[in-house]
């Protein structure tokens, strides 16, 4: 049955469904039914002598050997097992199936019983506890299946009969298969049966083999005798025990089933009826032998998992981390670990029995006593010990059932290594450290930053409060330092607490603030790393201020400025940039910088790249390209590589403009727009270059000074404006009419065909002048003098040119004005002779080559001198005098003359006045003053100046003023009169009627 099952109905009960089970089910339910015949048939062939049902007893030690089959099936194998053994048909079937529920209930109680002691082979209990289950397997369950079978008896059947039958079969089956099932394993039979162990096993089932049959077949009461063999067996363990109780029921069942068929003689015959219970008396003979071998197995386990508790103990101890010893009452040694005496120095056995005098010596053990003695009053310990360099954590445990404490010690030097080592590491920190009791936020130590930090002592800072220093970390609840310390143990490290330092002066500051734990064992405190940030944040300020001070000027500079990155996307752009591109800032950030700067060269070539500066044009949507100037510059970091660029335009349009403006004013007249002198230069070098035919024209205004000097500057404003408009409608486009200066015209004239052509265009240039001008409602009349030199026939080169064109306009006026005149040779030897003049002049005023002649003014008839004129003459270097007539009028025109009058002047005062300190008579002196370079204040000024300086009364001075000067100032000349006559200087009229 037990093989079968254990090869068929080896199922979890939380393993395969019932469909599953089911051909273990059927393999079991043959084979409960096969050992059930065979057990009725056992007692038919014996007569009643082998009553012993061992069905139920294989179903319940296949449970105790497989512990793990769903008891449901067991249940269900022995109840379909009985109806299957009962045969087909059923002859009372109500008995077959009480039968079976008998069996099956029986079944269920054995199973929960070895539920409830577990007596599996790899779980075995004690002994009380396996005989315990033994004998409620052998009797309760029995008891209750016999009873349940007796209930319904077959016909003619004594229930009492049945019960007693049924009981003791059961009960005789359970009891010779069950502890066989519980005893047996491989390792037990084999380790049974192998050398010495097995030749022993095997003399004691032979003897009790032996001894069981001659007892039964010859003694009259051979039971006691019976128990022998098998007390003898008792000390081989359990199942040699069982085995030979098998074996010796066995042969008493044999013997006895002989004896009642008479085959072997018998005490008292074969009808004795004391053979048919012959196996119960022998199962009782049994139960001594195994109770003993229970018993002293029970035993024996027990001392071996002393033993190997105590190997376990000692190899524990031996390997523990820690000293170990254990004293007695009379604080002597009873146990030292391994570590402890190598500690030491010494064996185990120099250490058990001593005392801590003896081990460590009498100074350490009179340290100790006092700690020792409290264990043994029962009060743990736990101190800390200094021997030597080591530092010991010691603890003390009372053993009050065995009296004595045990002691452990753990070597936690590197513990006060470690700590000096943190506070090296705490003093050597650039912030203020604090380690702080997370319960009480108080400050348990503190290093040489935090003194400085906070402006106090050590002393003064442990034990405090933290939020005595560090102003809102009191707001930090435990949830809030939690967070803070999880969020630094998942990112590496945690958010910056912000907070506000205290002084102990009061002074207050920003900190920043970063907890982490520091754990040691169970122990938990908190590290807090302060840093003082006031430095940092004015710089951040200062930074942030220099920041927004850049972005003003950046947006407030009339250049436009963008940023990019290094793939040329734009980064950043001022208002100016927006405005000069027409996009946005949101609308360029992170577009390609050739999409927002749209950039031609000014011949309106694309770019292949930005570098470097230059101008260009700058498309915008739907306005007018701008002229720009831009200058592209790389943006580098600290390591000179680069990290994006910047672009700065500068919106040129204006200037440009300006420019052109300007070019155009340096070429033509500010006041007629006509081209300047510059222009003029320009076109007349070009037209001799290309060997062309033409003629150079001088204009000049007659008179025009008496316009400026009558009516003004602006009406002589307004008057050559129109002049010049009258000129340039005159001549062609492709002539020039250029303005020099002044009343001062010069046209060039480049395609003549005729030299002739000249005249023509000069009498239109006289005759367009000379017809009236009205201004401001009043008629003007201007007229013009002309001087004409032609190229190439007088000359190719521009200063050649114009000397010419000067020279034939001096001519003109000469021969009357409002005429013209061609330049000719004659004229230019005149001009040579007249500059020749004008040289010699100058040298001779600063040689001083001038001198004065006196001539007397005669009182006729009386003869008498009234006074004397000065007359300026010029004694040339080759000895001739030069008279007036020739260098007087050079003079004036040059303007020699302002120097000329003024040495006169102050000549013939000085020389007066000489005369008079001589003892001469006084004599009045006449001196003939110019008014070419007209200015009443300074003659005034000079006059004054003169008599001042040589101290001659101003009535022997006489201002002599040609009559034809004076009327060409009007109200001028009449203010240098009476300015005159204030001095006391006489005034008289030269050339009177002479126009």
């Known amino acids: 049955m037990g093989t079968a099952v254990a090869a068929g109905v080896d199922a979890r009960r939380t393993g395969p469904g019932v469909l599953a089970m089911l051909p273990q089910l059927a393999g079991g339910v043959v084979l409960f039914a096969l050992a059930a015949v065979l057990a009725l048939g056992m007692r038919r062939v014996s007569e009643g002598t082998v009553s012993l049902w061992i069905a139920n007893a294989l179903v319940a030690g296949y449970a105790v050997r497989k512990p793990a089959t769903p008891r449901s099936l067991l249940i269900a194998v022995t109840f379909l097992g009985t109806l299957l053994s009962a045969g087909f048909p059923w002859r009372y079937p109500a008995a077959v199936i009480a039968a079976g529920v008998a069996n099956a209930v029986e079944i269920a109680i054995v199973l929960a019983l070895f539920r409830r002691v577990q007596p599996g082979s790899d779980r075995a209990p004690d002994g009380i506890r396996l005989l315990t289950g033994l004998a409620i397997a052998v009797t309760v369950a029995p008891a209750v299946s016999a009873l349940i079978g007796a209930l319904v008896p077959g016909p003619g059947v004594d229930p009492q009969a049945l019960f007693a039958s049924w009981f003791f079969a059961d009960a005789f089956g359970m009891f010779v298969v069950l502890p066989l099932a519980w005893s047996y394993s491989r390792a037990g039979g084999r380790e049974l049966l192998r050398g010495r162990r097995g030749a022993e096993f095997a003399a004691c089932a032979l003897a009790a083999v032996v001894v069981s049959f001659a007892t039964v077949a010859y003694l009259r009461h051979p039971y006691a005798l019976l128990a022998l063999p098998l007390l003898l067996v008792a000390t081989r363990g359990v199942l040699a025990t069982a085995i030979c109780n098998v074996l010796a029921i066995a042969t008493v069942l044999a013997v006895t089933s002989l004896q009642q068929r008479g085959l072997l003689p018998s005490t008292d015959g074969p009808g004795d009826a004391a053979l048919r219970f012959a196996w119960f008396q022998a199962c009782v003979s049994a139960v001594g032998p195994l109770v003993v071998a229970v018993l002293i197995a029970d035993r024996d386990r027990e001392r071996s998992q002393a033993v190997q508790a105590g190997e376990r103990l000692q190899v524990i101890t031996d390997n523990l ?62 101190f800390e010990f200094r021997l030597g360099s080591q530092r010991l954590d010691v603890f003390y445990e009372p053993m009050p059932q065995s009296g004595g404490f045990v002691l452990m010690a753990h070597d936690v030097t590197w ?203 700058l498309d915008r949507p739907g306005e007018e390209p701008l002229h720009v100037e831009y200058a592209h510059s790389p943006i580098t970091d600290g390591g000179g590589h680069v990290i994006g660029g910047v672009t700065v335009l500068r919106d040129v349009s204006e200037v440009r403009a300006m420019a052109e403006r300007m070019s155009h004013l340096a070429q033509h007249d500010y006041l007629t727009g006509l081209p300047n002198r510059v222009l003029l230069q320009d076109r007349l070098s070009q037209a001799i270059q290309h060997d062309g035919h033409g003629a150079v024209l001088f204009v000049d205004l007659d008179f025009f000074k008496t316009i400026n000097d009558s009516l003004g500057h602006p009406v002589g404003d307004r008057v050559l404006q129109e002049i010049a408009r009258r000129l340039s409608g005159v001549v062609s486009s492709d002539d020039t009419v250029s303005r020099q200066g002044g009343d001062e015209f010069v046209l060039l004239l480049t395609r003549l065909a005729d030299p002739s052509d000249a005249a023509r ?235």
Request: hydrophobic share 40%.
């Open 321 to 382: 981390p820690a000293y170990v010893a254990e004293f007695g009452p009379d604080l002597r040694y009873r146990f030292v670990n391994r570590k402890y005496f190598t500690w030491l120095g010494k064996s185990p056995g120099s250490l058990l029995g001593k005392t801590p005098a003896d081990a460590l010596g009498e100074d350490v053990a009179r340290r100790l006593r006092p700690h020792m003695q409290r264990a043994l009053d029962g009060e743990p310990q736990r």
């Open 761 to 995: 265009v000069a009498e239109r240039l006289i005759a367009a002048i000379e017809a009236p001008l009205d201004i401001d409602g009043r008629a003007l009349h201007v007229s013009a003098s002309v001087g004409i030199a032609l190229f190439p026939e007088d000359g190719q080169d521009i200063r050649s040119l114009t000397k010419q064109a000067d020279t034939a306009l001096y001519h003109a006026k000469q021969g009357g004005r409002g005429r013209y005149s061609y330049f000719t040779a004659v004229m230019s030897e005149r001009a040579d002779q007249r500059l020749r003049l004008e040289g010699e002049l100058r040298s001779a005023i600063a040689r001083e080559q001038l001198f004065l002649v006196y001539q007397p003014k005669m009182v006729l008839p009386e003869r008498r001198v009234s006074g004397m004129e000065a007359l300026v003459r010029w004694r040339h270097p080759d000895g001739h005098v030069v008279p007036p007539m020739d260098f007087i009028p050079v003079a004036e025109e040059t303007g020699l003359i302002l120097g000329i009058d003024d040495w006169v002047l102050r000549e013939a005062c000085r020389q007066n006045r000489a005369w008079i300190d001589a003892g001469l008579p006084e004599t009045p002196i006449a001196v003939n003053l110019s008014l070419a370079r007209f200015d009443p204040q300074r003659v005034v000024g000079g006059i004054a100046r003169a008599l001042s300086d040589t101290g001659l009364p101003p009535w022997l001075l006489e201002i002599e003023i040609t009559e034809s000067q004076m009327l060409g100032h009007g109200d001028r000349a009449e203010q240098l009169i009476h300015g005159i006559r204030r001095l006391g200087v006489r005034v008289s009229v030269d050339d009177f009627g002479t126009g």
């Open 415 to 617: 513990r006060h290594e470690a700590e000096r080592r943190f506070r090296k590491l705490l003093e050597s920190a650039p912030d203020a450290m604090l380690l702080l009791d997370p319960a009480t936020r108080r400050i348990l130590l503190a290093n040489r930053q935090a003194e400085a930090v906070f402006g106090c002592a050590r002393d003064a800072l442990l034990e405090r409060p933290v939020e005595r220093f560090v102003d809102g970390f009191d707001r930090l609840d435990a949830a809030a330092v939690h967070a803070h310390l999880e969020a630094k143990s998942v990112r590496g490290q945690g958010d910056v607490l912000e907070l506000t330092g205290v002084q102990a002066g009061g002074a207050r500051f920003p900190v920043e603030v970063v907890l982490s734990e520091l754990r040691s064992g169970d122990d938990v405190q908190l590290v807090a790393a302060i840093r003082d940030v006031s430095a940092r944040r004015r710089t951040e300020r200062a930074l942030q201020e220099e920041r927004e001070r850049a972005q003003v000027t950046l947006d407030s500079i009339g250049d436009a400025v963008i940023t990019c990155d290094t793939v040329q996307r734009v980064t950043s752009m001022n208002p100016i940039a927006e405005a000069m591109t027409g996009l946005s800032r949101t609308e360029a950030l992170g577009r390609l910088l050739h999409d927002v700067l749209r950039l031609k060269r000014v011949d309106g070539s694309a770019f292949a790249s930005l570098t470097g500066s230059g101008a260009a044009m």
